[in-house]
């Protein structure tokens, strides 16, 4: 019997954060757990007339690799991978696993390599992404793996990822992802015209200068769920000190209570109570890696709880979070880097944040509507 929700799922990734259109060679990757969620997104791109084809992968393969293959196995880029970079037109990444874990005690040198030959690439889709020429969208397959994360049933993660992006049954998921974008839009623009924001909590207390960069909306065209405002900010404009309450996770890795001091906008001192050394070694990955890429703010209210899963986490209405590693093209930056890390600031209950030295963020809100006349 097919879910009605994982139907509502694909049309609204197929018509809205896609838009596929008749002709259009569109992939569709995964492991074979989400297959439910394969199908149902190839039948919406079929009858939306797109040249579709899927890449579904079987479970453990990378641990494989990392366990018994060379480093120029490691950083091998097959040519089809980079013939679809350069020629699709729409991708869906479908994340979703039998073990969040598995990759939890591979040597951090050699999934360092692995994952800067991964960024790299992912670099490239991402210039065509930004110009506009290759359209994209990730989302997520709940599975077991992932409810024991997030400390749910599967019945309970389910409703909850389905909550979040609006693909309830009863739903009406594309009118709700137009109205967020507008709002998110409005929210964009109150703020292109802020200079420095001040992130002020428990243990924090950082200045981002964010003058002359681009804020972008996170409206459900890249990402499902979604809901943030993000820029990257000046690279040279980073100073205080930073505390993440929740886990950091980083490829199935846990760092526990990490802090951050930035002078002159790197990192000059990190800890953590947990995973310090896999901290560090991250920080240390290339150049641009002590550098901030993204400030954000998360502005989903329909995610209030904390899944060890980032494209959830970073969301939670209520928090910011920050990236270190990478920027993005679209937001002006100028640090690059084969590390792209979210970590996840709670601002709900004491947080604070000012823009140019009035307070714009109390408790996890705005403390404003966007001006009537940015909407």
């Known amino acids: 019997m097919r879910d009605q929700r994982l139907v509502n799922l694909a049309e ?51 641990e494989i690799a990392l366990e018994e293959g060379s480093d120029d196995q490691l950083a091998y880029i097959p040519e089809d991978e980079r013939i679809a970079s350069a020629e699709l037109d729409a991708w869906c990444t479908i994340w979703g696993t039998v073990n969040t874990r598995a990759l939890s005690g591979a040597d951090p040198e050699r999934r360092r390599l692995q994952i800067a030959t991964h ?3 992912v670099a490239e889709r991402w210039k065509r992404i930004s110009a506009g ?15 024991q994360d997030a400390e749910m049933s599967l019945g309970e993660f389910e409703d909850f990822v389905h909550a979040a ?3 309830r049954e009863g739903d009406e998921p594309v009118a709700h992802w137009q109205e967020v974008s507008e709002l998110l839009a409005a929210r964009a623009r ?15 207390d950082l200045r981002v200068v964010v003058e002359g960069r681009s804020w972008v909306p996170g409206d459900g065209k890249e990402n499902m769920p979604d809901g943030e405002v993000f820029t990257s900010p000046v690279e040279s404009g980073t100073a205080g000190e930073i505390f993440f309450a929740f886990p950091s996770i980083f490829q199935g890795r846990e760092v526990e209570n ?19 050394d896999y901290l560090r070694s991250l920080l240390d990955t290339d150049a641009g ?26 969301k939670i209405g209520g928090t ?47 403390v404003t509507e966007p001006a009537a006349d940015l909407v």
């Open 119 to 121: 960024y790299r690439m």
């Open 258 to 276: 990490v802090r951050l001091r930035f002078e002159e906008g790197r990192i000059v001192h990190a800890e953590a109570t947990s995973g310090q």
């Open 12 to 62: 609204l990734i197929a018509g809205y954060s896609l838009s596929l259109q008749g002709g259009q060679a569109f992939r569709i990757d995964a492991e074979e757990v989400a297959i439910p969620l394969v199908v149902e997104l190839y039948r919406a791109a079929v009858r939306r007339g797109a040249l579709a084809y899927t890449r579904v992968e079987p479970s453990g393969l990378e």
């Open 190 to 204: 109150e703020l292109q015209n802020v200079r420095e924001l001040r992130i002020a909590g428990p243990d924090t």
């Open 289 to 314: 890696s002590r550098v901030l890429g993204e400030v954000a703010f998360g502005l989903n209210y329909e995610i209030d709880r904390f899944t060890r899963d980032i494209l959830f986490d970073e």
């Open 133 to 147: 020429t290759l359209s994209w969208c990730g989302t997520l397959y709940p599975t077991q793996a992932h409810a």
């Open 165 to 167: 992006c609006h693909t």
């Open 320 to 366: 910011m979070h920050v990236a270190v590693g990478a920027g993005f093209d679209e937001a002006g930056t100028r640090n690059t880097s084969d590390l792209h890390w979210d970590l996840i600031c709670d601002l709900r209950a004491e947080g604070e944040v000012y823009a140019d030295g009035e307070l714009v963020w109390k408790a996890g809100a705005f």
